[in-house]
Nanobody, 115 residues
Framework: QVQLVESGGGLVQAGGSLRLSCAASRSIFMIFTMGWYRQAPGKQRELVAVYSSGSRTSYADSVKGRFTISRDDSKNTVYLQMNSLKPEDTAAYYC?????????WGQGTQVTVSS
């Protein structure tokens, strides 16, 4: 099993930055799919950024050029650096990983961007 704990959310003005962290309860060295999703009120959960096959990264079109996913295997942590934030980025952000065929989710961290 894997427990995921997100942190780093908060309230920020448009144009600002936040860095989210996702700490895993076990080594992520062998977790090849790990990333971030978000869900705004009344909307479906959507993929924001993900590592797949270990090092390949993918981003939602809406965040390309503004968000960067990174990982520090020595700290069992995945990060999401969010720059040039927009009000439409407001959502609960969830960390996710796929390990041994099972998907795991964190509890989420709220990001609110004011205009």
């Amino acid at each position: 099993q894997v427990q995921l704990v997100e942190s780093g959310g908060g309230l920020v003005q448009a144009g600002g930055s936040l860095r989210l962290s996702c700490a895993a309860s076990r080594s992520i060295f062998m977790i090849f799919t790990m990333g971030w999703y978000r869900q705004a009120p009344g909307k479906q959960r959507e993929l924001v950024a993900v590592y797949s096959s270990g090092s390949r990264t993918s981003y939602a079109d809406s965040v390309k050029g503004r968000f960067t996913i990174s990982r520090d295997d020595s700290k069992n942590t995945v990060y999401l650096q969010m720059n040039s934030l927009k009000p439409e980025d407001t959502a609960a952000y969830y960390c996710n990983c796929l390990f041994q065929g099972t998907a795991y989710w964190g509890q989420g961290t709220q990001v609110t961007v004011s205009s």
